[in-house]
């Protein structure tokens, strides 16, 4: 696919409807040049699309941390194959590992039907952190 707007913003249209709708309500992109056209991505699947700041990758944590998930079939750098059956195989492993932020479902398991909320603890620092529970042990 490489860095040519036209063909990304082609691709993206082609497949975004297939998304969940959980992951059809925006789109995170850092600055590269390969979203030239977002505005033709935007109207054609009504999906804004949003760029992080420069080197803020926190501003895209799901993608960053994908990058991380899939930095361990293919190193940066590396030239993704275009072995089909091999970037499936990946797919289905990273779709079917569980998540802590989608409470220990597969991001598989969360997109069916309908988007599981994850159970995510209240902070440390609010009255409903559970009183039986202590944030840290000095035992």
């Known amino acids: 696919m490489g860095k040519d707007s036209a063909i990304v913003a082609d691709i993206l249209i082609e497949h975004t409807s297939e998304w969940p709708e959980m992951m059809r309500a925006s789109l995170a992109w850092d600055q590269g040049s390969e979203m030239a056209r977002h505005a033709v991505l935007s109207l054609a699947t009504d999906l804004p699309v949003y760029f992080a700041d420069p080197r ?11 990058n991380r998930l899939i930095r361990e079939y293919l190193s940066e750098g590396e030239a993704i194959p275009a072995h089909q059956p091999y970037l499936r195989a990946i797919n289905t492993e990273l779709n079917e590992r569980p998540r802590i932020t989608l409470g220990y479902l597969t991001p598989r398991e969360s997109s069916i039907n309908s988007p599981a909320k994850p159970t995510l603890l209240p902070r440390l620092d609010t009255p409903e952190w559970p009183s039986s529970m202590s944030a840290c042990s000095t035992h």
């Open 56 to 66: 803020s990758p926190w501003q895209r944590p799901s993608n960053e941390n994908t």
